[in-house]
């Protein structure tokens, strides 16, 4: 149990209620459940307290950032295991998935993280008005939240939320990386 009175603990907690479903989205985003998806959590546990080290700087942690680390969590977890040939089991089900079906998670889990890549280069090359929006909405957050997050009206918003992802959607079919090759 955390001792409240301990700052980066307090803080740390606080944020974990506040973004965990992200956290555990992003875990089963890549096929993982169960006590994989608990195991990603307690990784991003850590990597917050050893990157933010204080209080202050988790309290202040934007939930893109906590997304970003589950992500990367979730794709080290998958890398560990297909390092090692490891298959998930969730007590949950009567037996563990068959061995030749986690190599396919994992294969699908590096192309998804080649196509992201390519995704964020396409992202980088916005305006930044709408870069800044786009990258928000592509973090899970709603059109309120970016409103608020960057003081605009809520038709300022929605105008560059829907511009962006026009000229995001222009690029990436530029790029030829069309709806069938995204999740």
């Known amino acids: ?9 307090s803080s740390l907690e606080a944020l974990l209620t506040r973004f965990g479903e ?3 989205q992003a875990g ?25 080290a204080s209080g202050e700087a988790i309290a202040r942690a934007p939930g893109s950032y906590v ?13 560990r295991r297909r390092g090692r040939h490891e298959t998930g089991f969730d007590p949950g089900t009567d037996l563990p998935e068959p061995a030749l079906q986690a190599p396919a998670t994992a294969e ?11 995704v964020a280069v396409a992202v980088d090359s916005l305006v930044e008005s709408r870069r800044a929006v786009v990258r928000m909405w592509l973090a899970g957050f709603d059109l309120r939240e970016i409103m608020h997050a960057f003081g605009q ?9 829907y511009r962006g992802l026009a000229d995001l959607r222009a690029r990436l079919t530029e790029m030829g990386i069309g709806p069938e090759a995204l999740p």
């Open 22 to 24: 992200r956290v555990r």
């Open 108 to 118: 699908r889990a590096l192309a998804d993280t080649e196509i992201a890549a390519r």
């Open 153 to 161: 009206t809520e038709p300022k918003a929605r105008n560059l939320l």
């Open 67 to 79: 997304y970003r680390t589950a992500t990367s969590a979730a794709l080290d977890l998958l890398r």
């Open 28 to 52: 089963r985003r890549y096929g993982l459940r169960g006590a994989d998806v608990d195991e990603v959590v307690q990784d991003v546990r850590i990597r917050l307290w050893r990157a933010l």
């Open 1 to 9: 149990m955390a001792d409240h009175a301990d700052p980066v603990s």
